[in-house]
């Protein structure tokens, strides 16, 4: 009796076969990686290689068993997904296999107050005013805001982080009549100057002054006689 033993077919397993990410636009979400090992009895020296403009990859080579870093650079992907590209694993000897990478990437929170608009009348001389706490919160992920000094505003405090209050008093004399527009603004995000997803969002008091009305004197222009003999009381 003739045995003919065969090897076993070799070939590259990669765990998982897809790697999810959900990143903020204008983020790049936390690195992940995928394990390779060998599917027969024989270690596998293996390579991994991509093409996709936003997939990075660090222990790109090595020996089953073994990890591949995978690095997503979410900056500059708009917001949507899932996009979905490939890393390509090569073995010598053996079929390669196909890591998928699949990014989602969500719209930027902004900042969103209770309150925006504010109003008031005085007579020209008088001092306007007007105070309050507004909500300050975010459509998302917290936000870090601060407002900026703005005239005849003041703020016992002047930055947080959502959800939170901004606290504003405002006064302040006006010497002519008209309609004014008093205004600060308060902006929310993380403040480093490339962050795409700073947003602001103003609030105003308006207030409309008046002349001071006039006061009538009312005067009779009737002449009052009087007669009298010399000597007698009138």
């Known amino acids: 009796v003739e045995i003919t033993v065969n090897p076993k077919t070799n070939f590259l397993v990669l765990t998982p076969d897809t790697l999810k990410f959900v990143t903020q636009f204008g983020q790049n979400p936390a690195a992940d990686s995928f394990h390779v090992t060998k599917g027969g009895d024989t270690e596998i020296d293996y390579s991994a290689t991509t093409a996709s403009s936003w997939i990075g990859l660090a222990n790109a080579t090595g020996t089953t068993p073994g ?11 708009p917001v949507g997904g899932p996009y979905k ?11 390669d296999k196909y890591e998928y990478a699949l990014l989602t990437v969500t719209p930027c929170p902004f900042i ?10 005085v007579f020209v001389g008088e ?14 992920s917290p936000l870090v805001w601060g407002v900026a000094p703005a005239t ?10 959502t959800p939170d209050k901004v606290r504003f008093t405002f006064n302040e004399q006006f010497s002519s009549a008209g309609p004014f527009q008093r205004c600060f603004t308060v902006s929310g995000g993380s403040f480093i100057p490339e962050d795409p ?5 103003q609030v105003c008091v308006n207030i409309v002054v008046n002349e001071r ?3 009538s004197i009312l005067t ?3 002449l009052l006689s009087f007669t009298a003999v010399q000597g007698d009381a009138i």
């Open 112 to 121: 969103q107050l209770s309150k925006t608009a504010y109003y008031d009348t």
């Open 127 to 140: 001092f306007a005013g007007a105070s309050d706490s507004i909500d300050v919160t975010s459509t998302g």
């Open 152 to 161: 005849g505003f003041t703020f016992p405090t002047t930055s947080g982080t």
């Open 213 to 215: 009305p006039c006061v």
């Open 220 to 222: 009779s222009d009737t």
């Open 85 to 95: 590209d490939s890393v390509k694993v090569s073995g010598i000897g053996v079929p």
């Open 67 to 77: 990890y591949v870093n995978v690095n997503i650079i979410a900056i500059g992907v």
């Open 197 to 201: 997803c700073t947003s602001q969002v």
